[in-house]
Each structure stands twice: as C-alpha cells, then as structure tokens.
C-alpha cells in the first residue's frame, strides 16, 4: 500500500514549497514541510487502497489528491505567507505545555458546553473567543496553523445549525437526540485542529529541548 507523500502530485507540491521558502532559515523550512507532510497524509490516509482511475498508477486518485492540495493552499501562497512572517516576526517558540493545553482546552469546550441547559451557548461563546484570544497570542503555533485553527474552532457556528437542520428533516422534527448527535459531530473538527496543534507544539518543545 503506498504512502499518500509518494503520490507524484504530492511530491511536486512539496519540493515547489521547498523551493520557494529556499530563504527561510533550515529549521523553520523543516518544520513546514514536516507540517505539510502530516496534514497531507492525515486528509489522505482514508483514501488509501482506491484507484479511482483504474489504471494501477496510484493508490489515490490524482482528483481527490488535488482537492486536498487546493484545500492546503498552492506552493506561492504557503511560502509567501511563510516568507512574511519569517520578516516580520520571531519563529514560533516553545511554551509550557500547561499553557498549550489551556488554550486547546478552550478551543474544544464551546461545543460541550451547549449541553448545558440555559447558559451553555454563551458560555460555549466566551470559551471560543477565550480560545481564539489565546491562540493568536501563543508563541508555539505560526500564523498559517493559526487561521486554520481558528475555521476549526468557529466551524460548530455552520456545522451544528447545518446537521440539525439536516437530522430535522430526515426524523420529522428536530429532537433532542438529533440535536445531541449535530453537536457531538461538530466536535470533530475542533478535536481534529486541537490534535494538530497539539502535536505541533510538542514537536517544538522537543527540538528545544534537544
């Protein structure tokens, strides 16, 4: 079973970044590209085993391969945001690991706290902006995972009136279970960018610490 980075797409899109974030200092470059190659092969891995095309050339088809790297953003954008915040800003720097997990603490609590009769939306309001507040002033995390971090954290705003919409329809009337399976299914993606950032902080505390 092949890797989704072996993929020739996924190969030309990551040597194009490498090529034009040529002026970034070694480390920082590889930390990008190690960011890429997990977001990549996370948003691939259930695509494994298809061959959509039928020819045998790869396991993925190019198709859902190119959906994936539009969603990523072309070489050009990721290394022009990569270049300007390399200088205007210091690389991102490890932090505490109490403090990191705070901040993905409140990132994934909105949506639980709906379940709270009476004050669980405003509350799951206050620890969203609580959440966002404190991402966007934490060193571990550049400016790219950061707006991605944040449609994580704000994406329950379109999901959960979405799905419960759909599961209105499709039971005849919104219910309480429905409307506790619509958020429990937003959760996903905040749970998803929690663990992304998660990750990315733990790997440059390492390399600190090294």
Do not use: N, Y
């Not at 190969?11 to 977001?39: G, H, I, K, N």
């Not at 790869?58 to 200088?87: F, H, K, N, Y």
């Not at 404190?134 to 959960?160: D, G, H, I, M």
């Amino acid at each position: 079973m092949s890797s989704p980075l072996s993929h020739p797409l996924v190969r030309t899109f990551l040597s194009s970044v490498e090529r034009q974030t040529a002026a970034l200092p070694a480390a920082w470059r590889e930390e990008l590209l190690e960011d890429l190659r997990e977001e990549i092969a996370a948003a691939l891995a259930d695509d494994l085993g298809e061959d959509p095309a039928g020819d045998g050339d790869s396991a993925i088809g190019a198709e859902r391969v190119r959906q994936v790297l539009d969603w990523i953003g072309t070489p050009e954008e990721i290394a022009a945001d990569a270049l300007a915040e390399e200088s205007g800003s210091l690389p991102p720097e490890p932090e505490d690991a109490g403090a990191t997990w705070v901040t993905l603490g409140l990132a994934v609590l909105p949506v639980p706290l709906c379940l709270v009769p009476g004050v669980g939306i405003p509350l799951g309001l206050v620890a969203a902006l609580g959440a966002l507040v404190r991402l966007w002033r934490s060193a571990p995390w550049a400016r790219r995972e950061k707006r991605q971090a944040t449609l994580f954290v704000l994406s329950p705003l379109v999901t959960v009136p979405v799905l419960a919409v759909a599961l209105s329809l499709a039971f005849d009337g919104i219910s309480a279970p429905s409307f506790v399976a619509s958020l429990l299914i937003a959760l996903t993606l905040p749970v998803v960018g929690a663990i992304r950032l998660a990750r990315s902080a733990a790997r440059l505390r390492e390399q600190a610490g090294a």
